[in-house]
């Protein structure tokens, strides 16, 4: 392992929207999106994944990237990049080579192209239901959270496989995907929409909510 502040050195440089771009381009890092779930789902640097800083954050890195040499590029909340790059380190990911100066903002105001991810509440998500209760409907908690409780018509997919939860899905069809509050869920369409399944639509709040609804 390197030293902390040498980690720090190399990955605590600012880069312009045009600089990040080429560095995405000609590295071949990885991009990480350490936003809150809804933030990143408004809008996010395309192919990023998404794995939220103030959730899980180190176990989550190390059960998603298996690489621990991996190059990655961040994009966080403006003032939270040391921050990152020593959460990452720690863990033993000592390849952050930049992040992206301003966070998303800038992005989004140099006219980049954008990507989002559809998002619906768990009543919007009820109504559906009503209308069609053949809807493909993922959760993505563990398998012992599902079998604990969970939508009688919902297939458990969980994060923590999600190689083998992903060879179940058929990029042609739309899905619905939950986990308990909506930050695994965030990492597990933000993985596989950058592998080219583009119906996943998140459940906001996810079993949560879906069950405070009583519908």
Not at 20 to 44: H, M, P, W
Not at 94 to 120: C, N
Not at 129 to 156: P, T
Request: aromatic share 10%; proline share 3%; charged share 25%.
């Amino acid at each position: 392992y390197d030293s902390i502040d040498d980690v720090i050195k190399r990955g605590d440089h600012a880069l312009s929207p045009d600089a990040f771009e080429v560095a995405a381009n000609e590295t071949g890092a990885l991009i990480l999106d350490t936003r809150d779930a809804q933030s990143f789902a408004k809008g996010f640097v395309p192919n990023s994944i998404n794995i939220g800083v103030d959730g899980s954050f180190a176990p989550w890195v190390g059960a998603m990237i298996p690489d621990i040499k991996q190059q990655i590029l961040i994009v966080t909340e403006p003032g939270r990049e040391e921050e990152v790059i020593t959460r990452l380190a720690r863990v033993g990911y000592d390849f952050t080579i930049g992040f992206l100066e301003g966070g998303f903002a800038s992005w989004q105001s140099s006219g980049k192209e954008v990507d989002h991810i559809d998002s619906i509440s768990a009543d919007e998500l009820a109504t559906l239901f009503a209308a069609n209760n053949s809807l493909n409907i993922l959760d993505v908690r563990k398998a012992s959270e599902f079998g604990s409780e969970h939508i009688k018509e919902a297939e458990n997919a969980p994060l923590d496989f999600i190689n083998e939860s992903m060879a179940g899905i058929d990029k042609n069809q739309t899905y619905y995907v939950h986990c308990a509050g909506g930050y695994r869920s965030m990492i597990f369409i933000s993985i596989l929409k950058a592998r080219g399944f583009d119906k996943l639509i998140d459940v906001k709040g996810g079993f949560k909510d879906i069950k405070a609804t009583n519908k």
